[in-house]
Structures are given as structure tokens and as C-alpha cells.
């Protein structure tokens, strides 16, 4: 796909004598909301611990914004232009909420150790832009009524939330989020679902991986779907949905057990 913002090719990883991904290539067009989907156990966490430097793939390669960073260092990862989130929260609870989106800024900000010691004007001033600009990004998720709170008084919703807020502040072309309707009841899947849609409308691209069949639906552009490692099927979330394959594997066991959690 020319112009794409993610291209994945041939993408393979063992764990001894288990294929995690097997033989995986697909592309994420700019702007798009791109869904990962499949059973527990089709590789979707391996995939984006792949794409996000955690761990090195066995074969294959994985282009962002059309540069080659297979195989890069988390830390090159997020540099290139790529955010996560995760499925299990991982917030600084010790500290405030706007501390945390601050927090995902230490790329972005430059930080001098004399000026930083001394607090001399240049520093206060920098720390000043950054509180200001992260203040923004928590009421751009709808978090400005926690813009004072700590993070460990924050309910569970809001903290999902403010774990995007903090990829945010990284400045990513691409954000990764890992289940991030995970826990949420109905309203606050709902506003998940809103906050996904303004993302991608103003130009982000997203990679979701979600359970959330209703939020998938409604909410991508693409799907691509996993079993066993590899790409099952790959289309419009009405192409996937009226796969049959897709349907035998995957969606038509999860509407029988549970429809609302595939």
C-alpha cells in the first residue's frame, strides 16, 4: 500500500517450539482506526509487543512512517513516532494525574541537568509549557475535572483515560491501544468509542486491539483478524463479519457465549 504509516511483512516469532506470529503482513493506511481482533491465544499481544520493540521478531520486517525499525529498542520505538497504551494500567500512582501525562512527555522536552538544578528562568518557563500542554491533552479525553486529582483517587475508567493522554503527549503518528475499553461499563466504553473516532478524525493513526466486538464495528476502518498467528481474514468491519471463516472461528463462538465480548 503506497503511503502507508505501518507496513508489517512476513512477520514471524517462536517461543521455543510455538509459533506466535506466523508469516503476519499487513499495512495501516494514515488517519485509519486499524482493529486487531481474535480469540485469547492468536498472537494479538505478541504482535504489538513486536511493534513496539519489546520483543525482536524472528524474521520479517516492520516499516514506520517509511523508515525500517525492526528490531529497534523500545525507547527508538517511541522516538520514531509510536505510542501505547496497555491492557493492565500502567500509571504512576504515586504521583498526580497531570504528572503522568507530563511524565510521557521526556522525549519531547529538553532537559538540561545545570538549568534543571538551578530552576533558572529557561527551566521554569519549559516546565510551565509542559504542565500547560499536558493539561490540554487531559481535556482533550475529557479529563479536565481531574486536572488537580492524584492518579490513585481516580476511578478506573478515567484512569484508561489518562493512559492514552500520556501516549499522547509522546506525539505519535501511530497510537497501539491495548484493550482500552478492557473493564469500562457501557458509558464509559461509549466514550472510549467517541474519544477513538475524534483521535482518527484528526488525523491520528490507531492501531486498536479490542474485545469489544460493538466497539470494533463501529469504530474502525479495517480489521484484520488473528488465529493461531496468523491473518485469518482482513477487510471493512462488514467484509469481516460476513466472512465465513471468520464467522466459524471466531465471531460465531463468541456471540454464542457471550455477544457483547467476542
Known sequence: M????????????????????DNLSFEV??????????PNGAGKTTLLNLLTGIYRPDQGRIMLAGHDVTGQPTHRWAAAGLGRTFQNLQIFFNM?????????????ERCELLPSLLRTPSQARAEAACRAQAGALMQRVGLGAYLGARADSMPYGALKRLEIARALA?????????????????????????????????GMTVVLVEHNMR??????????VLDRGARLAEGTPAEVARDERVIEAYLGAAESAEPADA
Do not use: C, W, Y
Open 29 to 38: 493506511a494514515p488517519g485509519t482506526v486499524h482493529a486487531v481482533i481474535g
Open 96 to 108: 498526580s494525574a497531570l504528572e503522568n501525562v507530563m511524565a510521557g512527555r521526556h522525549l519531547r
Open 215 to 224: 466497539l470494533v464495528m463501529e469504530v474502525s476502518d479495517r480489521v484484520l
Open 170 to 202: 509522546l506525539e505519535p503518528q501511530v497510537l497501539l491501544l491495548d484493550e482500552p475499553a478492557a473493564g469500562l461499563n457501557h458509558t464509559e466504553a461509549r466514550e472510549i468509542d467517541a474519544l477513538i473516532r475524534e483521535l482518527a478524525h484528526g
Open 2 to 21: 503506497a503511503g502507508s504509516m505501518l507496513s508489517v511483512a512476513g512477520l514471524s516469532k517462536r517461543f521455543g517450539g510455538l509459533k506466535a506470529i
